[in-house]
């Protein structure tokens, strides 16, 4: 069941060095709050996951927590290359980092599979793809029934799957509305998820045609965390912040105004909150 904690206690408890972490949320709902307290913990070695790799993920590669990224697209949505990851592929700063990357197909398909237990997923993809000769992670099966010769991907099982969501309530089940990913998904393959919401409230009301629930059960911790995918934005609280997605492309460029930025804005409200 669901326990309502502080970000600071979810962190602590649920992300270790070493982990593979998913951090999932499609356009809106990226979980960056959360993001933002496993740089100020200073976790390292961390294998993330994530369809879409965004400014969270440049972030966290430009702070020094990764190890490696499995991924599917990366880029700062709108406006050009993430910096951070380009740095350390290109040139190994802060430290090197190894890449794997799926088509979009394919991690959704593994999401799903891992979500369902099984070990690896199946898909008509990668026909003509060039990924086959650098990912020795796509392979290929024959279906028994009909002869096919599929594409075959392991199943996305994390350590811990982060996501942000719009509300829970005070028993810990949690709503998400507007555009959905594969959330619920990482939440279900994950040994452990923590889930950060805009507010607790006493009944979710009535969901959106467009919405999922995910079940108390399901989740092992709920954190309060307002405004808690900013820049991104969520459904029906508050909107995207296009003007600091332009600003990251300058930002992330230069190594001296990454580490000023991460100090001003993500270590130093630590210290405010001591």
């Not at 939440?187 to 995910?214: F, G, W």
Request: glycine share 8%.
């Amino acid at each position: 069941m669901a326990e309502i904690i502080s970000l600071e206690e979810a962190i602590a408890s649920s992300v270790h060095d070493g982990d593979v972490v998913t951090m999932e949320g499609f356009t809106h709902l990226i979980p960056f709050a959360a993001g933002h307290e496993v740089i100020r913990q200073g976790r390292r070695d961390l294998t993330l996951i994530r369809m879409t790799p965004d400014l969270i993920y440049d972030q966290l590669i430009g702070a020094g927590c990764v190890k490696k990224l499995v991924f599917s697209w990366g880029g700062n949505p709108g406006v050009g290359s993430l910096h951070r990851l380009r740095d350390a592929v290109e040139q190994g700063w802060p430290r090197p980092i190894e890449i794997e990357e799926h088509s979009h197909a394919a991690m959704a398909s593994a999401f799903d599979a891992g979500a369902a237990n099984v070990p690896f997923a199946v898909l008509r993809g990668y026909a003509g793809s060039d990924l086959r000769d650098v990912n020795p992670n796509i392979s290929e099966v024959t279906c028994p029934f009909t002869g096919e010769v599929l594409a075959a991907v392991p199943a996305i099982n994390p350590d811990v799957s982060i996501v942000h969501a719009q509300r829970a309530d005070r028993a810990g089940n949690v709503l998400f509305e507007g555009i959905v990913g594969v959330q619920k998904e990482a939440v279900l393959a994950a040994k452990r998820s923590v889930v950060t919401v805009e507010e607790i409230v006493d009944d979710l009301a009535p969901p959106s045609p467009n919405s999922v629930v995910l079940p108390a059960w399901a989740i092992d911790q709920v954190a309060v965390a307002p405004r808690g995918a900013k820049p991104s934005y969520t459904h029906g609280y508050y909107d995207r912040d296009n003007a600091f997605y332009v600003q990251w492309d300058a930002i992330a460029r230069d190594r001296e105004r990454f580490q000023a930025w991460i100090d001003e804005h993500v270590l130093t409200a630590s210290q405010a909150r001591a």
